[in-house]
T-cell receptor, first 116, second 111 residues
Framework: DTEVTQTPKHLVMGMTNKKSLKCEQHMGHRAMYWYKQKAKKPPELMFVYSYEKLSINESVPSRFSPECPNSSLLNLHLHALQPEDSALYLC???????????????FGSGTRLTVV | SQQGEEDPQALSIQEGENATMNCSYKTSINNLQWYRQNSGRGLVHLILIRSNEREKHSGRLRVTLDTSKKSSSLLITASRAADTASYFCAPGTGGGNKLTFGTGTQLKVEL
């Protein structure tokens, strides 16, 4: 299995809703990432997990809450989002957290989130 | 981590032609990666070139790296309509987990 699977593919939520995005990989990668991508912009790093521990938070608002229950799963819990949070949310994984930039990242297809 | 800058921002060519896009970066790197993104989809890792390499090939892709000029180029030969996508470079500084992407080159290959 050489894929990163993200669910759901599309999500529409109201500003008072609570929802979660899910990401799964079975490649034995020990680094996992959340990126946010607005239209016609590059992906922006949000969070990094290394060996199931949060290692980087790029000053992301607390209405986004990441969780890594085990080495294969990564969740992003969403609460009280704003319309400007509408974007494509991408999950990625890589082989070695200690030197992950020496390995390519494997990305999922993303969750297209619309906040209404 | 550092961000690369791709040039040109947009490129339109005919099928069968070659496409070249460039990436410049500011500080020393351990490697540089290139990714492709089809519209609205995830990124696909294309190739990683290490700082001690000057050229690398993968199928129709050729990547060069000039560390003295802090630049890299991606050449796609004999382009196809399916190559239409955005292409991003990502300089890797090593020892960390912050891979960041430049603004990308939007390539359109027309029939």
């Amino acid at each position: 299995d050489t894929e990163v699977t993200q669910t759901p593919k599309h999500l529409v939520m109201g500003m008072t809703n609570k929802k979660s995005l899910k990401c799964e990989q079975h490649m034995g990668h020990r680094a996992m990432y959340w990126y946010k991508q607005k239209a016609k912009k590059p992906p922006e790093l949000m969070f990094v997990y290394s060996y199931e521990k949060l290692s980087i938070n790029e000053s992301v608002p607390s209405r986004f809450s990441p969780e890594c229950p085990n080495s294969s799963l990564l969740n992003l819990h969403l609460h009280a989002l704003q319309p400007e949070d509408s974007a494509l949310y991408l999950c990625a994984s890589s082989q070695d957290p200690g030197d992950s930039s020496n390995y390519g990242y494997t990305f999922g297809s993303g969750t297209r989130l619309t906040v209404v | 981590s550092q961000q690369g800058e791709e040039d040109p921002q947009a490129l339109s060519i005919q099928e069968g032609e070659n496409a070249t896009m460039n990436c410049s970066y500011k500080t020393s790197i351990n490697n540089l990666q290139w990714y492709r993104q089809n519209s609205g989809r995830g990124l696909v890792h294309l190739i990683l070139i290490r700082s001690n390499e000057r050229e690398k090939h993968s199928g129709r892709l050729r990547v060069t790296l000039d560390t003295s000029k802090k630049s890299s180029s991606l050449l796609i030969t004999a382009s196809r309509a399916a190559d239409t996508a955005s292409y991003f470079c990502a300089p890797g500084t090593g020892g960390g987990n912050k891979l960041t992407f430049g603004t990308g080159t939007q390539l359109k290959v027309e029939l």
